[in-house]
């Protein structure tokens, strides 16, 4: 959540003080990826009434603070965040409700990431982030202190804390005090000051088209663009762009801190109180005329990615040009899955040793020829032992088209990030890696894997 501390004219708090009843609008499935595009990852919450978000998908945050992280979640925001179904839960129609529930000072509220931290555009694409969500449906006097957000923080904030906000934020949907307005804000650089003006971030808000942002679900969509130079980030409300910087507005170490690193992981929650409500009001937030239990409503999140060519990939197939996690593989022989303290957490592949393979089914490589393979390593293996890892297509006999060679790194969880050239690859693919090495040992840990151009 973002650390800022923010003013607007007293007229903006005078308008809608009415307190208007929430109603349900009809949840809408997942949107099929728009054509050339493919989806990368997607949330659509569907499951029985009163259950929780799916625990594959997303962490659930609670308390005050991350463990050594900055207390009131670094914003000044007073809410307790709970797993409790009262707080978060689906609604068995498809949609997921984050309830605050409190008053005065005293609250609670929930707070969900994805699991996933590597969302980020190959070389050449576009990433696409968007959600379609209802602001808690509460104005005036009775919304003071909420403060619904849809946001991604850079993946290295996991287990620092203290990064922020070198390793960027994208805030995707911001609302405080039940304003008919969403804002749209950059976080990056140093705190205070720096290229993104913090604590303020480079922002802009516009009022939400047609129906108000609190009747109604609205599409909240981010775009970060590295198929442009320099590359972009764009912001939308209902498909009208309102906001957008430029890389070329930042220096190259800025950009890079922001840009250079595994990907973002996304987080939905509802706040209550802090520096964002608490600027614009002007005063303290919640107050007493604060009313409880108005919850935001999200129908779907979802991910997506350009590049693809003719007929879109159906859900389930893998972009060869994203971040591939090694633990998605649909089929294996040898290895184990365990925990990674690599950037960006989450899990990586290990326990690999000569004969061992991961497969992975519908590797979609697009028109353009792919001609160069990175993978994400690490060994512990003793002076001595060594190995191959190997790219093959259809078999994990057929000939390799590519591989690199790996010995010891200085541990299991020392990673590198080493590229291959193969062979040129276009179409959908069936991908297998495969181990070789002269001796029976593990001699390699895998974290992700991903095919470029160059």
């Known amino acids: 959540m973002p650390r800022r501390r923010l003013a607007v004219a007293a007229a903006a708090l005078s308008a809608a003080f009415s307190l208007v009843l929430y109603a349900v609008a009809a949840s809408a499935a997942v949107p099929p990826p728009p054509s050339g595009w493919s989806l990368v990852w997607a949330d659509d919450f569907n499951g029985p009434a009163g259950s929780s978000p799916d625990p594959g998908n997303w962490i659930v945050d ?4 991350y463990p050594g992280g900055p207390a009131n979640w670094g914003t000044g925001e007073i809410q307790n965040y709970t797993a409790n179904p009262a707080n978060l ?20 509220s929930a707070r969900i990431e994805t699991r996933r931290s590597d969302f980020k555009p190959a070389d050449g694409r576009i990433l696409r982030i968007e959600g379609r969500i209802q602001m808690p449906n509460v104005t005036g006097q009775a919304a003071l202190g909420y403060w619904p957000a849809f946001w991604a923080l850079g993946s290295p904030y996991r287990g620092n804390y203290w990064n922020w906000p070198g390793i960027g934020e994208f805030d995707i949907m911001e609302n405080v005090n039940g304003i008919n307005s969403v804002w749209a804000v950059l976080h990056c650089g140093v705190a205070p000051g720096g290229p993104c003006n913090e604590f303020s971030g480079l922002g802009a808000s516009r009022a939400c088209p047609g129906a108000s942002c609190q009747s109604a679900f609205h599409t909240y969509r981010f775009e970060w663009d590295r198929s442009v130079s320099p590359n972009q980030l764009r912001w939308y409300v209902d498909g009208q762009q309102y906001h957008s910087v430029s890389q070329s507005q930042f220096d190259a170490a800025t950009w890079n801190n922001m840009t250079g690193h595994a990907g973002y992981f996304i987080l939905l929650n509802v706040a209550m109180g802090g520096a964002f409500p608490d600027g614009v009001a002007g005063f303290s937030t919640p107050t007493a005329a604060t009313v409880s239990g108005r919850p935001m409503v999200v129908d779907y999140v979802a991910v997506w990615q350009s590049g693809t060519t003719g007929p879109t990939n159906p859900p389930g197939d893998v972009d060869a040009r994203s971040t591939i996690q090694a633990e998605r593989h649909q089929a294996q022989s040898g290895t184990i899955v365990e925990a990674t303290t690599d950037t960006g957490g ?22 353009t020829p792919a001609t160069q393979f990175r993978a994400r390593v690490a060994s512990g293996a003793a002076g001595g032992v060594s190995g191959l890892v190997q790219v093959r297509l259809g078999s994990p006999t057929a000939p390799p088209i590519g591989d690199f060679a790996l010995a010891g790194t200085g541990g299991w969880q020392s990673w590198r990030t080493i590229p291959a ?16 090495s002269g001796q029976p040992a593990d001699f390699v840990n895998v974290n992700w894997f991903t095919f470029s151009t160059s």
């Open 89 to 108: 839960s689906l609604d068995g129609t498809g949609n997921l409700r984050i309830t605050p529930h409190g008053a005065n000072r005293d609250w609670t």
């Open 421 to 436: 050239n193969i062979s040129p690859v276009t179409g959908t693919h069936t991908v297998y890696l495969t181990f070789s």
């Open 62 to 65: 609670t308390g005050h603070s």
């Open 346 to 367: 989450g899990q990586n592949v290990g326990a690999i040793s000569n004969g061992d393979w991961l497969r992975f089914d519908k590797v979609a490589f697009g028109a």
